[in-house]
């Protein structure tokens, strides 16, 4: 499904991503934690290609990036169609509406028919709860609000992988719950998702593996059970401490 292999990035001197290797099966929910600065934002944007990886592969599907040889800007865009991406900030455009944000992209870059885009475009923001918010601009909804209409436009284009780069992390606590419940009910009907949080309540109950990164590196690797409760590395221990204190 999703594949990473010996994934490096670097910017200048600065090794950001050491040999990163990664299989993510269809429908699995994989949890990236780590502190500040570990690589885990980096690693999700070199899955769709946003940042350009030092060398390594990227495969999803039938697509497949080799970072060795020279990659074509089409098997960049084939990769980023099945991929849809949820950022920390929302990124919404503030002069559309949240309907027109919605359907941007597959009536921009898919082509597809404005009507067919809008019918479906309603369809999703009913599925994140703001279907009476169709014709509402960015400024006149909530930080959740918009952050769940991130989550629809991502889901208008029928990506086969959804990437999360803490999407609660700009948001006031009483918002965040709202945009992890439309996660998890995203994850519960089998959608592949790769989520970058500190929500660890999040990655205990919908993860099937959570990676720990620090450095550029995995570190650890597992089931949240293991991972919670019995990690095997000093270093994990040390952060999940530091998160309980």
Same mark, same amino acid.
């Given at each position: 499904?999703?594949?990473?292999?010996?994934?490096?990035?670097?910017?200048?001197?600065?090794?950001?991503?050491?040999?990163?290797?990664?299989?993510?099966?269809?429908?699995?929910?994989?949890?990236?934690?780590?502190?500040?600065?570990?690589?885990?934002?980096?690693?999700?944007?070199?899955?769709?290609?946003?940042?350009?990886?030092?060398?390594?592969?990227?495969?999803?599907?039938?697509?497949?990036?080799?970072?060795?040889?020279?990659?074509?800007?089409?098997?960049?865009?084939?990769?980023?169609?099945?991929?849809?991406?949820?950022?920390?900030?929302?990124?919404?455009?503030?002069?559309?509406?949240?309907?027109?944000?919605?359907? +941007?992209?597959?009536?921009? &870059?898919?082509? =597809?028919? @404005? !009507?067919? %885009?809008? /019918?479906?475009?309603?369809?999703?923001?009913?599925?994140?709860?703001?279907?009476?918010?169709?014709?509402?601009?960015?400024?006149?909804?909530?930080?959740?609000?918009?952050?769940?209409?991130?989550?629809?436009?991502?889901?208008?284009?029928?990506?086969?992988?959804?990437?999360?780069?803490?999407?609660?992390?700009?948001?006031?606590? +009483?918002?965040?719950?709202? &945009?992890?419940? =439309?996660? @998890? !009910?995203? %994850?519960? /009907?089998?959608?592949?998702?790769?989520?970058?949080?500190?929500?660890?309540?999040?990655?205990?109950?919908?993860?099937?593996?959570?990676?720990?990164?620090?450095?550029?590196?995995?570190?650890?690797?597992?089931?949240?059970?293991?991972?919670?409760?019995?990690?095997?590395?000093?270093?994990?221990?040390?952060?999940?401490?530091?998160?309980?204190?």
């Amino acid at each position: 499904m999703l594949s990473i292999q010996n994934l490096h990035k670097q910017f200048g001197n600065l090794v950001v991503l050491d040999g990163i290797d990664l299989n993510v099966e269809k429908g699995k929910v994989i949890v990236v934690i780590g502190p500040s600065g570990s690589g885990k934002t980096t690693l999700l944007r070199c899955l769709n290609v946003l940042e350009t990886p030092t060398k390594g592969n990227v495969s999803i599907n039938q697509t497949d990036l080799n970072f060795e040889e020279k990659v074509s800007k089409k098997d960049i865009q084939t990769l980023r169609k099945q991929t849809g991406m949820v950022f920390q900030t929302y990124n919404l455009f503030p002069h559309m509406t949240a309907l027109q944000n919605v359907i +941007e992209g597959p009536v921009t &870059v898919q082509k =597809v028919n @404005k !009507e067919k %885009a809008k /019918e479906k475009g309603i369809q999703l923001l009913e599925k994140v709860g703001l279907g009476d918010k169709i014709d509402y601009y960015p400024h006149q909804l909530s930080g959740g609000q918009q952050q769940r209409v991130g989550i629809a436009r991502a889901l208008a284009i029928d990506p086969e992988v959804m990437l999360f780069d803490e999407p609660t992390s700009a948001l006031d606590p +009483e918002l965040v719950g709202e &945009v992890l419940r =439309v996660m @998890k !009910e995203l %994850a519960h /009907e089998g959608m592949t998702m790769v989520v970058v949080t500190h929500e660890m309540s999040f990655a205990k109950e919908v993860a099937d593996e959570v990676l720990f990164m620090d450095q550029g590196q995995v570190i650890e690797r597992g089931h949240p059970d293991h991972i919670f409760t019995t990690p095997k590395e000093e270093r994990t221990r040390q952060f999940l401490n530091l998160l309980s204190e």
